[in-house]
T-cell receptor, first 112, second 113 residues
Framework: QQQVKQSPQSLIVQKGGIPIINCAYE??????FPWYQQFPGKGPALLIA?????SEKKEGRFTISFNKSAKQFSLHIMDSQPGDSATYFC???????????FGKGTSLLVTP | DAGVIQSPRHEVTEMGQEVTLRCKPI?????LFWYRQTMMRGLELLIY????????DSGMPEDRFSAKMPNASFSTLKIQPSEPRDSAVYFC???????????FGPGTRLLVL
């Protein structure tokens, strides 16, 4: 049973566009929401993470928006670049539970 | 720091054979996780250890899978006997303390014929 639902499955944007990836969860015990970036042949790497006490977190060109009441969170990539082409995974975990529940991933292609 | 080290990087074996995947976590990290990645199911947690003790193995598919962490710097994931449906990329990750950032290794790509 997928505890975190992610959409879209794939996304193509032009350079400079703002891709948005959405995730939804059901378990209200989740209180840590990271996004991981994975390039082909590599392991996932943490990009940015948020806890439910804030509604938005920005790091460089990457922003997480969090809606606790809707149990949804999203990743926005500002001024996207071809080097951002990768697979992005959202995840969620309980603070005391440690294990990450991943979404199925979004394959992003940023065209020149 | 060398990061999380996994070996082998690629493994091709025949159905019924035993497969052992190895992981060396980042030095000083006390939590270790094994994940499996497939196209159909995405990234799934198999098992995780804290201070070398298995905390949750509910993700281990069946008795054919076993994992050990004999010390803080080494863990193994064993599949015996292997089946074609075990073909996947297996990742090991480690973290410093619970609920901290997990650092993933490069993965082991397993193909069971």
């Amino acid at each position: 049973q997928q505890q975190v639902k992610q959409s879209p499955q794939s996304l193509i944007v032009q350079k400079g566009g703002i891709p948005i990836i959405n995730c939804a969860y059901e378990n209200t015990a989740f209180d840590y929401f990271p996004w991981y970036q994975q390039f082909p042949g590599k392991g996932p790497a943490l990009l940015i993470a948020i806890r439910p006490d804030v509604s938005e977190k920005k790091e460089g060109r990457f922003t997480i928006s969090f809606n606790k009441s809707a149990k949804q969170f999203s990743l926005h990539i500002m001024d996207s670049q071809p080097g951002d082409s990768a697979t992005y995974f959202c995840a969620a975990s309980k603070n005391s539970g440690y294990a990450l529940n991943f979404g199925k991933g979004t394959s992003l292609l940023v065209t020149p | 720091d060398a990061g999380v080290i996994q070996s082998p990087r690629h493994e091709v074996t025949e159905m019924g054979q035993e497969v052992t995947l190895r992981c060396k976590p980042i030095s000083g990290h006390n939590s270790l996780f094994w994940y499996r990645q497939t196209m159909m199911r995405g990234l799934e947690l198999l098992i995780y250890f804290n201070n070398n003790v298995p905390i949750d193995d509910s993700g281990m598919p069946e008795d054919r899978f076993s994992a050990k962490m004999p010390n803080a710097s080494f863990s193994t994931l064993k599949i015996q006997p292997s089946e074609p449906r075990d073909s996947a990329v297996y990742f090991c990750a480690s973290s410093l303390g619970e609920a901290e950032t997990q650092y993933f290794g490069p993965g082991t790509r397993l193909l069971v014929l």
